[in-house]
């Protein structure tokens, strides 16, 4: 069986609990292969917007979500979550079903994620935005990747409807889309047409 379903992480680990994050990281990364998993990469990213913050990026394939959520309901895994709340400050993670993407086309590359759960009630608004933001991405050499819809979030408190990935140049090009004068009214409409938002570029 082909493993087209994808989990997400991002995590801002604690920086004086290195050691524990570590075990925790190997220890949950041995519950995912034993459950199918495949690790397709993991990226170090820096927060440009959110309230969710963090360092590291990482995708997993697996053969399907019953896997994923099998594997966090284990016994096995549920012995590692004190570890994990004693050395993560903040972790969300995402499933995304039948998705034929298992990685970023370039280790190297430069790339936003960016994590939304759009406003019902401000659909106007969130057409708005992303009519004006469109032009600003593709201004600063955004190439969009993907955007795969968010089925479930197994581990965390930030909602997210979909994700979706932009390749740049550079994480400098990246940046310079919301400093960009052009962007900046957009904001409000952003803020309206989003019940959340978060956005990360990789290091």
């Known amino acids: ?26 220890s949950s990364t041995e519950l995912a292969l034993a459950a199918g998993g495949e690790i397709s990469s993991r990226f170090g ?3 440009l ?3 969710a913050p963090a360092a590291i990026f990482g995708l997993a394939t697996f053969p399907s979500a019953e896997a994923i959520t099998t594997m966090f309901d284990s016994p096995e895994y549920q ?18 079903e039948d998705t034929p993407i298992t990685g970023l086309p370039d280790p190297d590359g430069a790339y936003l994620v960016i994590l939304a759960a759009p406003d019902p009630e401000a659909i106007d608004d969130l057409q708005t935005y992303q009519a004006g933001a469109g032009p600003i991405f593709a201004k600063h050499g955004g190439e969009p990747i993907v955007q795969l819809p968010v089925s479930s979030s197994p581990i965390g408190e930030t909602p997210a409807a979909f994700v979706s990935i932009v390749e740049f140049g550079s994480a400098k090009a990246a940046e310079a889309v919301f400093d960009d004068p052009d962007y900046r009214p957009l904001i409000a409409a952003r803020d309206r ?10 290091t």
Do not use: W
């Open 1 to 26: 069986m082909a493993n087209d379903t994808l989990l997400i992480t991002l995590a801002q680990p604690k920086p004086d609990q290195t050691e524990t994050f570590h075990g925790y990281v190997g």
């Open 45 to 47: 990213v820096r927060q």
């Open 49 to 51: 917007v959110g309230d």
């Open 79 to 96: 012995e590692l979550v004190p570890a994990r709340k004693e050395s993560i400050d903040c972790v969300n993670t995402y499933v995304v």
């Open 193 to 202: 047409g989003l019940a959340s938002l978060n956005v990360y570029v990789t």
